[in-house]
């Protein structure tokens, strides 16, 4: 949290300076609070992802639950930059910048933030499985997309694994025609992720001019 906190000073500065807490939330989600300007970060995360993380076999899972908190810190911290940079969104595609901010910085971080990036694909990938087992999920998936505005977190671990893939295909050659990247797809992640690198960039400008 203390990083992602300096990373975020670092863009906006003084005027528009955003906290990091970590905290109980009540059964709530971590998110970004645009009138508080405070990022909340839920401690029954941890205790979630670490749990999920066991039952596929990691264990004890530290390095993976940390993975996946530096991701939604990024997340969020991309929610924060969209208010300060007054960006205008669909609830959805929001969603999406916020995700593909979170990937930017991770991959920002070279091979330790490529690692972390891929744990958090693994953990959308897990999710959704875990998901799918429930009963009547797929009846009530439409209600269900209705209700969140992120994507399905089976298109969030693909999308991210496009963006690990294209950035570095060399290092990352393994995730391509995985299970979560069909080959198809993996074909234009380079072009895909200079694209998300690039609306980011030309976003983040303003901010970097003083830097």
């Known amino acids: 949290m203390e990083e992602a906190s300096e990373t975020?000073?670092?863009?906006?500065?003084?005027?528009?300076?955003?906290?990091?807490?970590g905290r109980s939330c009540g059964g709530e989600g971590s998110s970004y609070d645009p009138e508080a300007r405070r990022i909340e970060i839920c401690y029954e995360e941890v205790a979630e992802e670490r749990?999920?993380?066991?039952?596929?076999?990691?264990?004890?899972?530290?390095?993976?639950?940390?993975a996946?908190?530096?991701?939604?810190?990024?997340?969020?911290?991309?929610?924060a930059l969209i208010d300060a940079l007054g960006l205008s969104y669909t609830d959805r595609g929001e969603e999406d910048a916020a995700d593909q901010f979170?990937?930017?910085?991770?991959?920002?971080?070279?091979?330790?933030?490529?690692?972390?990036?891929?744990?958090?694909a693994e953990e959308y990938g897990l999710s959704a499985a875990e998901d799918e087992m429930v009963e009547g999920e797929a009846a009530d998936e439409d209600e269900a997309a209705d209700d969140d505005e992120h994507a399905p977190d089976r298109l969030r671990a693909a999308n991210h694994l496009c963006y690990l893939y294209g950035s570095a295909p060399g290092r990352n050659s393994d995730v391509a025609g995985s299970?979560?990247?069909?080959?198809?797809?993996?074909?234009?992640?380079?072009?895909?992720?200079?694209?998300?690198?690039?609306?980011?960039m030309k976003n983040l400008a303003p901010l970097l001019r003083g830097q």
Not at 8 to 21: M, N, P, R, S, T
């Open 51 to 66: 749990e999920l993380f066991q039952g596929a076999g990691h264990h004890p899972a530290d390095d993976e639950v940390v």
């Open 179 to 200: 299970t979560l990247l069909r080959r198809a797809r993996a074909a234009g992640c380079g072009k895909e992720w200079a694209l998300v690198r690039g609306v980011w």
């Open 102 to 120: 979170a990937a930017l910085m991770l991959l920002r971080k070279g091979v330790s933030g490529e690692r972390q990036l891929r744990v958090a």
């Open 68 to 79: 996946v908190l530096v991701e939604t810190v990024f997340h969020e911290a991309g929610h």
């Open 8 to 21: 975020l000073d670092a863009f906006v500065g003084v005027g528009h300076q955003v906290g990091v807490v």
